[in-house]
């Protein structure tokens, strides 16, 4: 029986009859409510129906903001937990960070007390040839995980150089051994996987950018601007497939003029940065000629203004080139 029809029983009790004559009619007795008893199996639980779903569509209003947590549609930067558990933070996509400013880059990379030595110079920034065939100085003995971590703890800035194959028709003879092959796609490809790889050995976070060191070339020869472009692309496209930024170092009148060209006509899987070289003795990033447009601007540009020079400070003299800065600087793992 239902719990709540129970409650509504009544029990009625007649009044005695007697010979006399029949007294007034007596006032009617109250009725009684009598608490039905309800079989154990039957019992109503203790706590309230509107309790019980109010919580269950609070749970379920928690279970869709964690589904709709999983989607990917947060914005950049914004915290909060997702389905691994409360409290835990999801990971924060990483971004790149930049400097601006002077640096410098030398075939091999100096010893720490140079580094340290060299904080009395006017650079703060400091390129690292950290790997590919075509690199000149290959044993860079004082390039290690805990070189980078110890000179980024100095306080320099490091910009990560991969010398790796070479346009076909490339003008330094030193390098035409290294010139790139019939599939350049395809190559740019495993030679940007090679380059991942070795940056994240040697502590090059995510987000880093690797510059693709391509030497000057004869530019009017259209096949060899075309592979060296191929080449180019496909090292670009994986690069930025594996979390790396595509950087570019070439000769402003070559490489970098291809480049341009090319990004005016929409050509897709360019660089993010351009690395220029023109050696006139004055830095410029928004006055270069080739780069008269909007393009790598800002924080997309680093000029070599000038090379082979010798300096010394701290007593410790390297012969290096110059460059002025407003580009993204390698994340570097504590």
Not at 107 to 116: E, G, I, T
Not at 166 to 180: D, G, H, M, N
Request: one cysteine or more; aromatic letters at 8%.
């Amino acid at each position: 029986m239902d719990a709540r029809n129970a409650e509504d029983a009544t029990d009625a009790v007649d009044a005695p009859e007697t010979l006399a004559l029949p007294p007034p009619a007596p006032a009617p007795r109250p009725r009684v409510r009598r608490r039905a008893r309800v079989p154990r199996r039957a019992r109503v639980p203790r706590r309230p129906r509107p309790a019980a779903v109010a919580v269950a569509l609070l749970a379920a209003v928690a279970l869709l903001a964690a589904v709709g947590r999983g989607t990917g549609e947060r914005r950049t930067g914004e915290r909060g937990t997702d389905e691994r558990g409360p409290g835990v933070r999801a990971a924060a996509p990483a971004v790149p960070r930049y400097y601006t400013g002077r640096a410098f880059d030398t075939c091999d990379a100096p010893p720490l007390s140079v580094m340290r030595a060299w904080r009395a110079s006017p650079y703060r920034a400091v390129g690292v040839y950290f790997g590919g065939r075509g690199r000149g100085c290959r044993a860079q003995r004082q390039l290690t995980p805990g070189w980078v971590a110890s000179v980024h703890g100095l306080g320099w800035r490091l910009l990560p150089l991969f010398v790796g194959s070479q346009a076909p028709c490339v003008l330094s003879e030193a390098k035409r051994r290294y010139a790139i092959g019939r599939t350049p796609w395809a190559q740019g490809t495993r030679e940007a996987g090679e380059a991942v790889r070795a940056a994240r050995a040697l502590g090059f976070d995510a987000a880093s950018p690797l510059y693709l060191d391509m030497e000057a070339y004869r530019l009017g020869d259209t096949r060899c601007a075309a592979t060296t472009l191929r080449f180019v692309r496909g090292w670009s496209r994986e690069v930025r497939r594996l979390g790396y930024l595509p950087g570019f170092y070439s000769s402003a009148d070559t490489g970098v003029r291809h480049l341009e060209r090319e990004r005016r006509a929409g050509t897709e899987d360019l660089p993010s940065v351009v690395w220029f070289a023109r050696w006139r003795g004055v830095p410029t990033l928004a006055a270069e000629a080739v780069l008269a447009g909007p393009g790598w601007w800002p924080h997309g540009r680093i000029h070599q203004y000038a090379g082979n020079v010798s300096e010394a400070y701290g007593g410790r003299r390297l012969l290096i080139d110059r460059s002025l800065v407003d580009a993204p600087v390698a994340r570097v793992r504590p």
